[in-house]
């Protein structure tokens, strides 16, 4: 086990709706970094909190945001989802930005299907 | 053109068997190299960092040709255990430094 919890893990919304996904880094990480993945694909970046500061956004549009709290925990919201909204959400955190070992520490993700 | 492309197979091979994969990145500014592991309905976990002069990790082999923007992994002596998805990983560095970027993988079923 990485350490790194999310939840819910699995969540079923419709087109339209707003959905809220948590993540608790493992202990002593400082960031924290979501991904999304669609079935058949690699994991894509939507952003990365560093000390519960935005470090970096990927090609996601403004409904998708995030918070990193004190504890470095952080939340995942999508607001007016849309079926192609329908994805793994994979938290992952790591000590700093990005460690030089290249790793980090993926939770198990939240499995959210749009209707 | 995707930023990181990889044959996503599935490659079926039977135990003991030597496979390879292949993956290529577009981004010539690209810093740090990776493979990742994922296994099914499961995260993705590092399996070995990638290095110019390339390098090896018991049966796993993996090599990097910057000139060609081409990343490699080799697998000797198959195992049912590996059986999983293969993610190439690539990091840019810079104001991406936290960002990895991954290739859609390449599935991997060994087979008795």
């Known amino acids: 086990e990485t350490g790194v919890t999310q939840s819910p893990t699995h969540l079923i919304k419709t087109r339209g709706q707003q959905v809220t996904l948590r993540c608790s880094s493992q202990?002593?990480?400082?960031?924290v970094s979501w991904y999304q993945q669609a079935l058949g694909q690699g994991p894509q970046f939507i952003f990365q909190y560093y000390r519960e500061e935005e470090n970096g956004r990927g090609n996601f549009p403004p409904r998708f945001s995030g918070l990193q709290f004190p504890n470095y925990s952080s939340e995942l919201n999508v607001n007016a989802l849309e079926l192609d909204d329908s994805a793994l959400y994979l938290c992952a955190s790591s000590l700093d930005e990005l460690p030089g070992s290249g790793e980090l520490f993926f939770g198990e993700g939240s499995r959210l299907t749009v209707l | 053109r995707k930023e990181v492309e990889q044959d996503p197979g599935p490659f079926n091979v039977p135990e003991g068997a030597t496979v390879a994969f292949n993956c290529t990145y577009s981004?010539?500014?690209?810093?740090?190299f990776f493979w990742y592991r994922q296994d099914c309905r499961k995260e993705p976990k590092l399996l070995m960092s990638v290095y110019s002069s390339g390098n090896e990790d018991g049966r796993f082999t993996a090599q990097l040709n910057r000139a060609s923007q081409y990343i490699s992994l080799l697998i000797r002596d198959s195992k049912l255990s590996d059986s999983a998805t293969y993610l190439c990983?690539?990091?840019?560095?810079?104001?991406?430094?936290?960002?990895?970027?991954f290739g859609q993988g390449t599935i991997l079923t060994v087979h008795p």
């Open positions: 981004n010539s500014a690209s810093q740090s």
């Open positions: 202990s002593g990480h400082n960031t």
């Open positions: 990983v690539v990091n840019y560095g810079g104001t991406s430094y936290g960002k990895l970027t």
